[in-house]
């Protein structure tokens, strides 16, 4: 959620497991954001998701998306015209990358419209536009299963 009405309060990054093995997030880190994950950092089970929220008014944030478990609050802010955002293993390599933006061929509703961006296929090309749609739910749906079928990878 990158451009949500409102404002930088109600960003938020979700990471899924769609692989079919747990995953160690202790001392990996996102770039695009301010972010690391402690060490130790729950266990990212296979099929899993969590949710990271800015940390700008946590306040708000719960008032929007009641019943929401925040993993963690990242500093700065997602790009509203797009970034590369990247989840780095402790060592500093790059685990998988994005790089968004709110041009065409990019899905528009996403870009101030309500809508959050949503991965269609967790096994394909995360730079792909083709890859993410905007999402049915107003307000994007953190935590929960993304509008697509979920997929699980190899």
Known sequence: M????????FEFIE?????????DLSECSL????FRFVSPFPVL???ARIVLANNNNPT?????????????????SLGNGGERLALLDRDGRTLTSVTYSDDQPWP???DGQGASLELTNPCGDPNDPANWQAS?????????????AAMICP
């Open 45 to 47: 089970a296979a099929g």
């Open 31 to 34: 770039t695009g954001v301010t």
């Open 136 to 148: 049915a739910a107003g307000d994007g749906s953190p935590g929960a299963a993304n509008s697509a």
């Open 108 to 110: 528009a509703q996403p």
């Open 60 to 76: 708000a944030f719960a008032g929007r998306y009641p019943g929401v478990v925040v993993a963690g609050w990242f500093g700065g």
């Open 2 to 9: 990158y451009n949500p009405i409102g404002g930088d309060a």
């Open 15 to 23: 990471l899924h497991n769609a692989g079919g093995l747990p995953v």
